[in-house]
């Protein structure tokens, strides 16, 4: 006789009701949709600490999306209380995508962040991008929940007021671009599983003065080289420290 589970052995033996890894490839254009704005966050004060804002009733937004991807879209927010223009501006283009591989990086679009100047209680903290390939419906929608952090301006370090933009599953990794200026990133990812979207980087654009790639803070991340000669200019300075108080103390009278 026959039994049932030997079938259900032999069938999970064969991988036949197991999910199956993406072995094709994507190919199709890169769509971005915004949504979901957050209108609750936190500010860094010009003190450097968090403030909490409730600006549920005070937000302004607009949400421009193109459905299919050629006019890329954007999320425009802020206002100043002198005008109805709004004074910040997040743009999304997607990429145009040929037989790209599972597990490899590529560039599945560019985001240009335009950072104005706004009343505290016209901003937004956030939102969500939902990321889809057209002509290719095998790929499972991503929906990357985006954070926006806004700095209160202090009008004497272009780097403390940078505003940043962060990816939530890239944080620490921001995206941080200059008071009244505007710079454009890259964002990569790859196809994984049965096909979904993963996020893997956010890289600035060549010769870009605009802005930086931060850390979740105000300041710029520092370069390996630039990091690797302050660690040794530290170091130094503490060999020499050592050694100044080592000789006073040598060269104090005894008691």
């Known amino acids: 006789m026959f039994h049932h589970s030997t ?3 032999a069938v999970l033996s064969t991988g036949l009701l197991t ?51 050629s006019a ?34 590529v560039l599945l679009g560019k985001l240009t962040f335009l950072n104005g100047t706004s009343d505290l209680n016209s ?7 939902t990321l889809t390939v057209k002509n290719d419906p095998s790929v499972d929608p991503l929906e990357a929940v985006a954070s926006i952090t806004t700095t209160q301006n202090t009008g004497f370090d272009s780097n403390f007021d940078a505003d940043f933009f962060s990816f939530n599953v890239l944080f620490p990794t921001t995206f941080n671009v200059y008071e009244g ?40 991340t520092p370069e390996p080289g630039t990091l690797a000669t302050s660690l040794a200019s530290l170091a130094a300075l503490a060999i020499y420290a050592r050694k100044r108080r080592r000789n006073q103390t040598v060269g104090e009278p005894r008691q």
Do not use: C, K, M
Not at 86 to 104: A, D, H, K, M, Y
Not at 123 to 129: D, P, T
């Open 123 to 129: 901003l937004i903290f956030g939102a969500v991008l």
């Open 72 to 105: 890329g879209s954007a999320l425009i927010y802020g206002a100043s209380g002198t005008s109805p223009q709004p004074f910040s501006v997040l743009t999304f283009f997607g990429s145009t995508l040929t037989g790209v591989p599972s597990n490899t990086p």
């Open 181 to 220: 200026s505007n710079a454009t990133v890259d964002i990569y990812g790859q196809f994984i599983g049965d096909p979904q979207i993963e996020l893997t980087s956010l890289q600035l654009e060549p010769g870009e003065t605009g802005g930086f790639i931060g850390n979740g803070l105000p300041t710029p």
């Open 19 to 69: 999910s199956a890894a993406f072995g094709g490839s994507v190919s199709g254009t890169v769509i971005g949709q915004w949504s979901n704005p957050a209108l609750t966050g936190n500010l860094i004060l010009a003190t450097g600490q968090f403030q909490f804002f409730d600006n549920t009733t005070t937000a302004y937004y607009n949400i421009v999306n193109s459905p299919d991807g």
């Open 7 to 9: 079938l259900i052995t």
